[in-house]
């Protein structure tokens, strides 16, 4: 069965460093999409991306944060200066499109910003 | 704006007890309505969803039924095994071309044999 896949599943980093979150969608997917959860509170959209521009974006998506598919197949989200704040779990999603559909997930990537 | 709220946690129940999670939304329009699952290690992973009013969702033995009128969602299963536990998600996706998942705060589940 077709996954959504992230790498790297966990990620230390120093305050201030750049982090690149790498993500493959599924395969014939057009929509990808950034969640996070920070420890004990809700999921929270970040991006969603389509035709090689973003969507929409919420407020948390700053000029710190950036999306980009560099090929046919990965989507990432860069941090390009960390904070302690942005220590979270990271998902990556992908859907099929237009109308109502569901969103693939993949595993999720625990950033840990020290 | 839309928002989710949903049963806190944790739940703890024993094998082939009834299970509900309550699940309430605030939306304009008709929001479309899901329950994601993630088991331990594992990524957000669709349980069941349903599009519009009286619609109901069900999948592995939870239903879920989309009521306009108390504007819930609620999350059943008439008897959990202890493969169920796991945290429970329930998001809504608002009206229209909106496609972002609005999350209530997840529930977790542990079910004892």
């Known amino acids: 069965e077709p996954e959504v896949t992230q790498t790297p599943s966990h990620q230390v980093t120093q305050m201030g460093q750049e982090v690149i979150l790498r993500c493959v969608p599924i395969?014939?997917?057009?929509?990808f999409y950034w969640y996070r959860q920070i420890l004990g509170q809700k999921v929270e959209f970040l991006v969603s991306?389509?035709?090689?521009?973003?969507?929409?974006k919420s407020e948390i998506f700053d000029d710190q944060f950036s999306v980009e598919r560099p090929d046919g197949s990965n989507f990432t989200l860069k941090i390009r200066s960390t904070k302690l704040e942005d220590s979270a779990m990271y998902f990556c999603?992908?859907?099929?499109?237009?109308?109502?559909?569901?969103?693939?997930f993949g595993q999720g990537t625990r950033l840990t910003v020290v | 704006g839309n928002s989710v709220t949903q049963m806190e946690g944790p739940v703890t129940l024993s094998e082939e007890a009834f299970l509900t999670i309550n699940c309430t939304y605030t939306?304009?329009?008709?929001?479309?309505l899901f329950w994601y699952v993630q088991y331990p290690g594992e990524g957000l992973q669709l349980l069941l969803k349903?599009?519009?009013a009286d619609d109901k969702g069900s999948n592995k033995g939870f239903e879920a039924t989309y009521r306009k009128e108390t504007t819930s969602f609620h999350l059943e299963k008439g008897s959990v095994q202890v493969s169920d536990s796991a945290v429970y998600f329930c998001?809504?996706?608002?009206?229209?071309?909106?496609?972002?998942?609005?999350w209530g705060l997840g529930t977790s589940l542990a079910v004892n044999p």
């Open positions: 999603a992908s859907s099929e499109e237009v109308r109502v559909t569901e969103a693939f």
């Open positions: 395969s014939n997917h057009l929509y």
């Open positions: 991306f389509y035709n090689n521009e973003i969507s929409e």
């Open positions: 939306a304009t329009g008709y929001p479309s």
């Open positions: 349903a599009t519009k």
């Open positions: 998001a809504l996706r608002g009206a229209g071309n909106n496609r972002k998942l609005i």
